[in-house]
């Protein structure tokens, strides 16, 4: 067995009761990049987002956002880091044993986001750290951005991601 991974015998009781076809800490290797597809933005969608979490006038208003230094209507960029979960969580993450994410680091966004762009995700794993208080848990470093369709990056964070290591075969 190998001495970094925990025993099942003392694995929490809900781990060990896991399909074993879920996808574990080992099965996101480093160097690997990942396309989380696309997201096509609409207006509708960027004035709901911020009325309800960002509402400064240039994302709630069309007008507003012309008479802006943008020059039109556009995205928050809490929106646009809302994009790209929304297509990590649903390309990576299903049949997987993540355990939550203690943040993310190194947050930008780099242009405006406006109705009309479609937005494609991508993420690469650039660590993973053991866990200091959990043996069974690897945190996931991964890189995440968003490109136009002209390639142009839109925004880019690094997502500190834990999941469970699989259990080793006792």
């Given at each position: 067995m190998a001495s970094h991974l925990m025993p099942s015998h003392l694995m929490p009781s809900a781990w060990k009761k896991m399909d074993v076809r879920m996808k574990h800490a080992e099965d996101y290797p480093v160097g690997t990049v990942y396309n989380l597809g696309?997201?096509?933005?609409?207006a509708e969608e960027i004035i709901t987002f911020a009325r309800a979490y960002d509402p400064?006038?240039?994302h709630i208003s069309a007008e507003a956002g012309a008479a802006s230094s943008f020059g039109s209507l556009i995205a928050s960029g809490w929106n646009t880091a809302a994009i790209w979960m929304n297509l990590y969580v649903t390309t990576l993450l299903p049949d997987s044993a993540v355990e939550g994410s203690p943040g993310v680091d190194e947050l930008r966004w780099?242009?405006?986001v406006r109705p009309g762009d479609e937005l494609f995700g991508w993420a690469k794993?650039?660590?993973a750290i053991p866990s200091l208080t959990q043996r069974g848990v690897?945190?996931?470093r991964k890189k995440g951005w968003l490109t136009t369709a002209d390639g142009d990056n839109v925004l880019t964070l690094i997502l500190n991601s834990r999941?469970?290591?699989r259990l080793p075969s006792d």
């Open positions: 696309s997201h096509k933005v609409t400064q006038p240039y780099l242009r405006p794993v650039i660590g690897l945190t996931l999941l469970r290591r």
